[in-house]
């Protein structure tokens, strides 16, 4: 039996935000969802450049070393346009945006992880999360110096420490997962995960059978506890 790919996405600018900052492209076999930084500085612009420079990798073939040059390659175009975009702007006056992307590579996905939008892997009714954030809390919590429960309160939960944008090129983190380990996958930004903890979107994930209701329900969910941020989520089904 062939692979045969189902996916939806859903986004929403939120209960508080004016402008939606999010992006994504769902065009198998590549998904992206990134989430913009900087409000009127362009963070919507920083994300609509790197989900187009994902985008235009759907139209070629790959094997796994190609697969992740391509993905580099393309973060590296996103770095020069969202730079000449923000002109000499630096700090809070200048665009940036993460990423995170799933290219279909033979049997098995290419997670690509810039910043903190997270990809999720579901096995049955086991949730994973691939990516690893970049993040300050991240940080903190790998050193032993804060614990989970602290996380979602931190006063610094917002701080990322790899984007596209800044003043020079972060290498991005490059994750392999086998097809078979992956019966769904997740993408999303942390309008979803910062507001729905990793239980409730497992939970969703196995009760809603339709990736667009998965999606959505996702999305919901996070506008349900707050919706302070923009949110978007990707889901995709392996099948066969």
Request: proline content about 3%; glycine content about 10%.
């Amino acid at each position: 039996m062939a692979t045969e790919l189902r996916y939806a996405a859903t986004t929403d600018v939120g209960l508080v935000r004016e402008v939606n900052e999010d992006a994504y492209v769902a065009a198998p076999p590549v998904f992206a969802v990134a989430d913009g930084m900087g409000g009127h500085a362009g963070g919507d612009i920083a994300s609509s450049i790197v989900v187009e420079e994902f985008a235009r990798l759907a139209d070629h073939t790959f094997d796994r070393a190609g697969a992740e040059q391509a993905a580099v390659e393309a973060l590296l175009r996103s770095q020069v346009r969202i730079s000449e975009y923000a002109g000499g702007r630096v700090g809070r006056a200048a665009p940036g945006t993460t990423l995170v992307a799933a290219i279909l590579v033979e049997s098995s996905w290419l997670v690509v992880n810039l910043g903190d939008s997270r990809a999720y892997r579901l096995s049955g009714d086991d949730l994973v999360q691939v990516s690893r954030d970049h993040s300050l809390v991240q940080d903190l919590l790998d050193a032993g110096d804060i614990t989970e429960a602290e996380v979602a309160d931190h006063p610094e939960r917002h701080v990322i420490t790899r984007a596209l944008g800044g003043p020079g090129f972060t290498e991005p983190d490059l994750f392999w997962v086998d097809l078979a380990d992956a019966d769904r996958l997740l993408l999303c930004t942390d309008g979803v995960n910062g507001f729905v903890d990793d239980t409730h979107i497992g939970w969703v994930l196995v009760a809603e059978s339709d990736p667009a209701g998965a999606a959505a329900a996702l999305v919901a969910a996070a506008l349900d506890a707050g919706g302070e941020d923009n949110a978007t989520a990707v889901v995709v089904d392996v099948v066969g």
